[in-house]
């Protein structure tokens, strides 16, 4: 989720709608609220931003400086004209890029992949064997082909690759795909689009690589090659099968 900071609600409905219509949640907030919004928001939500963007404000403090007191999460400065004095301000308290406008908004999402990518929080590909998943808003790949996918099916692969090994929520899931504050529309619906999303590919993979576990949430994983397994194993497995036969032998 996209977090925009600024005093005019057209520059934030219309940052809302260029990132959404490419499947990226944002949510607005003035510069007056943003203080109240910082303390109200707990930690599992600060993990469903990826960036902030700040434009202008109309407050007697640096809402640049006011982030950075609370999170080290990219922050980007939004400025109408090129001004030295302005640049380096934001610069100076704590800004990590600042551009100028008008800007599309994958030049955005490219310069915060950079930003995580020098701070190594993240990475930008990720390979699950025959599945690559880019978070730049590109469309994922199998076999090194596009495999296009709707919005919000794209954005929980890859937030699900973004989060590696751990388990995520549907909570979660749904905080990063809709956003924090989102009204209109029901946290089950991820359900939904997760299901759509494994039949779609375990149609071309031929394998489920959403693996599932109730109440603990969801991960991607790789198939595990069952010709990868040792002759040892396939030996422990064949006598197990032919204790338990003898076993049952021995009771019947």
Not at 167 to 172: D, G, K, L
Not at 186 to 196: A, D, L, P, R
Not at 211 to 235: H, N, P, T, W
């Amino acid at each position: 989720m996209i977090i925009i900071v600024d005093d005019r609600d057209l520059v934030r409905q219309g940052f809302s709608g260029m990132f959404q219509r490419i499947g990226y949640p944002v949510y607005g907030v003035s510069g007056e609220e943003l203080p109240g919004w910082l303390e109200s928001i707990c930690s599992n939500e600060i993990e469903s931003i990826e960036a902030f963007l700040v434009g202008q404000t109309n407050i007697d403090f640096c809402p640049v400086a006011k982030i950075r007191s609370i999170t080290k999460l990219p922050v980007i400065g939004v400025l109408e004209q090129n001004s030295l004095p302005d640049i380096l301000q934001l610069f100076e308290a704590g800004a990590d890029d600042v551009v100028r406008k008008p800007i599309h908004v994958r030049e955005i999402l490219a310069r915060i992949a950079a930003i995580r990518r020098r701070r190594e929080v993240t990475r930008t590909v990720f390979e699950y064997g025959r599945l690559r998943v880019y978070t730049d808003g590109r469309d994922p790949e199998i076999d090194g082909k596009c495999f296009p996918l709707p919005r919000r099916e794209r954005r929980i692969l890859e937030y699900l690759a973004s989060n590696g090994e751990r388990r995520a929520t549907r909570s979660q899931i749904y905080n990063a795909v809709y956003g924090l504050f989102e009204q209109d529309v029901e946290e089950c619906v991820i359900e939904s689009h997760i299901s759509k999303l494994r039949k779609k590919l375990r149609k071309v993979l031929g394998y489920e690589i959403i693996d599932s576990k109730r109440f603990l949430g969801y991960r991607l994983a790789i198939k595990v090659d069952q010709s990868s397994v040792g002759e040892s194993d396939r030996d422990v497995e064949i006598a197990s099968g032919s204790f338990g036969q003898d076993l049952q032998a021995t009771l019947g």
